[in-house]
């Protein structure tokens, strides 16, 4: 009994009223997961080619050659 009493309030944490106008802050694309990685991985090609840039997502290498 204790332990479905811990789930439902495990469970019941998760839940959350929104307020409108903080809906548009949460609908960002920069707030979802990414849920397709082909599209993800043309979405960054196509930012790379616009910015003529590579990488810059990884943790080493600043473009200045002092990796």
């Known amino acids: 009994m204790k332990i479905i009493l811990l789930v439902v309030l495990l469970v019941s944490a998760g839940c959350a009223t929104v307020k409108p106008q903080d809906r ?3 609908a960002d694309p920069i707030m979802q997961f990414e849920g397709e990685p ?13 910015e003529g840039s590579f990488g810059g997502s ?10």
């Open 24 to 26: 548009a802050v949460l």
């Open 38 to 50: 082909r599209a993800g991985a043309q979405v960054r090609h196509a930012i790379d080619n616009r």
């Open 58 to 67: 990884g943790v080493s290498g600043g473009g200045c050659g002092c990796n």
